[in-house]
């Protein structure tokens, strides 16, 4: 243990705020008539960033004439607006949908149907910890992960029930039904944001909402108030940059307690193992609309872990369409499955491109939703796409360790080394028991889930050692 203080004595608190908190399913060639009487719900108003959600109630598709219930529901709509994101949600989110979710679209481009694609059904992993007021909201749904389908005007879902007869002569499990009140969220991200890397000019921050404004404020010690991305630094900067950060804030610098005066001194004196400041796009470069998300910010106390993700939405795209991606999961997460915000804290395209995730400030302790029991003192860094078969890109990877590397140092920790969680509940850990874990994690490591996938919870034994180096260890 005190190797592990040892690692937290150049730790500083980002806030004083604390907590606030394929189917054997047989294709009808026509859907029920009620399936073309569904229309769309916008979620775009005079003064939001455009862009929209569509929610279509599944409807029983086939029935099983001995058990006299639906085997499956879905929906085929050709007069669809446009959308570009794809998910399945449901009422309870303590329901598991046991059983398969695949799905089509029309491309808007060519006019031809894509291939069937699986969903992942298995994404309650993801989101705010039990008895958090996240969490405990009302608002919260059962939901697939999300599926990047690039702009569509058209879609087809089947949602098949597993009834555990697979081999074709076992009995279904009469219990195993679907959960209720299933819809398909069709999300359209809209337009592009202002191009990355220019800067808002300071003399008009009218423009920006109330909420745009308190977002970038939140890192105003890193950028000018509306910009659109947070310069690298290197490392000198860097760390004169974590000097400074811990001098404003007197009473959260997170030192060592018990330290009498000298030794104080003697510590910030030494030299801070911190890796040179990434170059970061913030929500504004990527277009978040701020008018979505939940009032406020809500910190934990500092960052001890990084657990990384997939987003497990796909890798066809491309690295220009990543914001529309961010956008577009930003809004799934808010708008369709209840979240106060996106659950990431960070993000990163396959051309290792940094993005800002949930707001409230990129070097604060930023309280995520993003792996269920562990979200308290962690930080959750997905990387866009799937990486179960496909392996990330190397660009991807460096950005995860030139991310942790500096993220890390500023609360003090070694990204090669262990560290200690208490579990707020999940399938791996029960609520309250302190767990080891390495100080850069997969999602996997705190609950029991694919994420980040094969491919890539491989690749984070190179992060480690990497992020280490750039710290200067």
């Given at each position: 243990?005190?190797?592990?203080?040892?690692?937290?004595?150049?730790?500083?608190?980002?806030?004083?705020?604390?907590?606030?908190?394929?189917?054997?399913?047989?294709?009808?060639?026509?859907?029920?008539?009620?399936?073309?009487?569904?229309?769309?719900?916008?979620?775009?108003?005079?003064?939001?960033?455009?862009?929209?959600?569509?929610?279509?109630?599944?409807?029983?598709?086939?029935?099983?004439?001995?058990?006299?219930?639906?085997?499956?529901?879905?929906?085929?709509?050709?007069?669809?607006?446009?959308?570009?994101?794809?998910?399945?949600?449901?009422?309870?989110?303590?329901?598991?949908?046991?059983?398969?979710?695949?799905?089509?679209?029309?491309?808007?481009?060519?006019?031809?149907?894509?291939?069937?694609?699986?969903?992942?059904?298995?994404?309650?992993?993801?989101?705010?910890?039990?008895?958090?007021?996240?969490?405990?909201?009302?608002?919260?749904?059962?939901?697939?992960?999300?599926?990047?389908?690039?702009?569509?005007?058209?879609?087809?879902?089947?949602?098949?029930?597993?009834?555990?007869?697979?081999?074709?002569?076992?009995?279904?499990?009469?219990?195993?039904?679907?959960?209720?009140?299933?819809?398909v969220e069709l999300v359209d991200p809209g337009d592009e944001p202002p191009p990355q890397g220019s800067q808002a000019d300071a003399s008009h921050t009218g423009e920006l909402s109330a909420e745009a404004t308190a977002a970038s404020a939140a890192n105003a010690r890193l950028a000018p108030l509306g910009a659109t991305e947070i310069p690298a630094l290197d490392r000198v900067d860097t760390e004169?940059?974590?000097?400074?950060?811990?001098?404003?804030?007197?009473?959260?610098?997170?030192?060592?307690?018990?330290?009498?005066?000298?030794?104080?001194?003697?510590?910030?004196?030494?030299?801070?193992?911190?890796?040179?400041?990434?170059?970061?796009?913030?929500?504004?470069?990527?277009?978040?609309?701020?008018?979505?998300?939940?009032?406020?910010?809500?910190?934990?106390?500092?960052?001890?872990?990084?657990?990384?993700?997939?987003?497990?939405?796909?890798?066809?795209?491309?690295?220009?369409?990543?914001?529309?991606?961010?956008?577009?999961?930003?809004?799934?997460?808010?708008?369709?499955?209840?979240?106060?915000?996106?659950?990431?804290?960070?993000?990163?395209?396959?051309?290792?491109?940094?993005?800002?995730?949930?707001?409230?400030?990129?070097?604060?302790?930023?309280?995520?939703?993003?792996?269920?029991?562990?979200?308290?003192?962690?930080?959750?860094?997905?990387?866009?796409?799937?990486?179960?078969?496909?392996?990330?890109?190397?660009?991807?990877?460096?950005?995860?360790?030139?991310?942790?590397?500096?993220?890390?140092?500023?609360?003090?920790?070694?990204?090669?080394?262990?560290?200690?969680?208490?579990?707020?509940?999940?399938?791996?850990?029960?609520?309250?028991?302190?767990?080891?874990?390495?100080?850069?994690?997969?999602?996997?490591?705190?609950?029991?889930?694919?994420?980040?996938?094969?491919?890539?919870?491989?690749?984070?034994?190179?992060?480690?050692?990497?992020?280490?180096?750039?710290?200067?260890?």
């Amino acid at each position: 243990m005190s190797k592990i203080r040892g690692m937290r004595r150049y730790g500083f608190l980002a806030s004083s705020i604390g907590f606030t908190c394929t189917a054997a399913l047989v294709l009808a060639p026509g859907l029920p008539a009620a399936a073309a009487t569904a229309g769309p719900t916008s979620a775009t108003g005079p003064s939001a960033v455009p862009g929209s959600t569509q929610s279509l109630p599944l409807l029983p598709l086939t029935r099983d004439r001995a058990r006299g219930a639906a085997l499956g529901q879905g929906l085929r709509r050709t007069d669809v607006h446009h959308f570009s994101l794809v998910g399945v949600i449901w009422d309870d989110p303590d329901t598991e949908l046991h059983g398969s979710v695949r799905i089509r679209t029309r491309s808007t481009a060519t006019g031809t149907w894509s291939d069937w694609q699986d969903v992942d059904t298995h994404n309650a992993d993801h989101g705010a910890d039990p008895g958090t007021t996240e969490r405990a909201s009302g608002l919260v749904h059962g939901a697939t992960a999300p599926l990047w389908v690039g702009e569509s005007d058209g879609v087809d879902v089947r949602v098949r029930v597993d009834t555990g007869d697979r081999d074709g002569g076992a009995a279904a499990d009469p219990s195993v039904t679907l959960p209720s009140g299933l819809r398909v969220e069709l999300v359209d991200p809209g337009d592009e944001p202002p191009p990355q890397g220019s800067q808002a000019d300071a003399s008009h921050t009218g423009e920006l909402s109330a909420e745009a404004t308190a977002a970038s404020a939140a890192n105003a010690r890193l950028a000018p108030l509306g910009a659109t991305e947070i310069p690298a630094l290197d490392r000198v900067d860097t760390e004169r940059e974590l000097l400074g950060l811990r001098g404003d804030e007197p009473g959260l610098r997170g030192d060592e307690p018990g330290l009498h005066d000298g030794e104080l001194a003697e510590q910030r004196r030494a030299e801070p193992y911190i890796g040179p400041r990434p170059r970061i796009v913030t929500r504004r470069g990527w277009g978040a609309d701020e008018s979505l998300r939940g009032r406020g910010f809500v910190y934990s106390k500092k960052v001890e872990a990084a657990f990384v993700h997939h987003t497990s939405s796909g890798n066809n795209y491309t690295c220009a369409q990543a914001p529309s991606v961010i956008r577009s999961i930003y809004r799934y997460h808010v708008k369709s499955m209840g979240w106060r915000d996106i659950g990431y804290n960070f993000l990163i395209d396959k051309c290792g491109t940094l993005y800002e995730g949930r707001a409230g400030g990129v070097a604060k302790a930023v309280l995520g939703a993003h792996t269920l029991g562990f979200n308290t003192d962690s930080v959750g860094i997905a990387v866009i796409g799937s990486y179960g078969t496909s392996k990330p890109s190397s660009a991807a990877v460096t950005a995860v360790a030139r991310l942790t590397a500096w993220k890390l140092g500023l609360y003090g920790m070694n990204p090669s080394g262990k560290t200690y969680l208490t579990s707020g509940g999940g399938n791996l850990y029960q609520k309250g028991k302190r767990v080891r874990l390495n100080v850069i994690s997969g999602h996997r490591d705190g609950f029991s889930t694919d994420c980040p996938g094969r491919q890539l919870y491989g690749k984070l034994g190179t992060a480690r050692s990497s992020a280490a180096r750039y710290q200067g260890r």
